[in-house]
């Protein structure tokens, strides 16, 4: 069943619709509120979506393949989307790889130090989300909320097997 859910035409549609899922709950407007308060700004909804594309992304690495395939399709999904925003926003065509080199950078570190973090411990990965989500060095109580509600993300999504991510259980609802 998998394997033709992954031929071209089938591939592009599952893609699009997991990154679709990965965006709407980036989105999500309770995460924007309090207790856990990101900035609803362009910068904010970029962390957020870095911040899940990394639990999700993490996940399907472990899985056996095609997960890891679509982990990367969804990398690329998503620099896809990302460049046509740019553009949409008005970016010029010459600025606008020097903008995706910065954010493939940004989402390359971000990544290293969410997973990183994620396999140390708690304390770290919470402290991680307050330095790249909150752009502070001090731990508060809206890292520690938005650290608690990435955890339960990954709990569940360990708990997942392929398809149920393939059906649409990406993320718990935060409130």
């Given amino acids: 069943m998998l394997t033709k859910l992954l031929q071209p035409r089938a ?3 599952l893609i699009a619709d997991l990154h679709r899922g990965l965006v709407a709950a980036a989105r999500r407007p309770t995460l924007f509120l309090p207790p856990y308060s990101v900035s609803d700004t362009l910068e904010g909804r970029f962390d957020l979506l870095v ?3 990394v639990l999700l992304l993490r996940r399907l690495e472990k899985l056996p393949p095609p997960g890891p395939e679509i982990a990367q399709e969804i990398v690329n999904t998503m620099f896809d989307h990302l460049d046509a925003d ?3 926003m008005g970016v010029g065509d010459l600025a606008v790889p020097k903008r995706m080199k910065k954010l493939a ?3 390359g570190g971000r990544s290293a130090a969410y997973r990183e973090a ?3 411990d708690g304390a770290a990965f919470t402290a991680v989300i307050a330095r790249n989500v909150y752009g502070s060095d001090n731990v508060d109580e809206r890292s520690a909320a938005l650290a608690t509600y990435c955890n339960k993300a990954v709990a569940d999504l360990e708990r997942t097997d392929l398809a149920g991510i393939l059906a649409g259980s990406l993320f718990p609802d935060p409130e």
Wanted: hydrophobic letters at 45%; zero cysteines; proline letters at 0%.
């Fill in 11 to 13: 591939n592009r549609r």
């Fill in 51 to 53: 911040l899940l594309a």
């Fill in 86 to 88: 740019l553009r949409e």
């Fill in 105 to 107: 950078g940004i989402f």
């Fill in 118 to 120: 994620l396999d140390r």
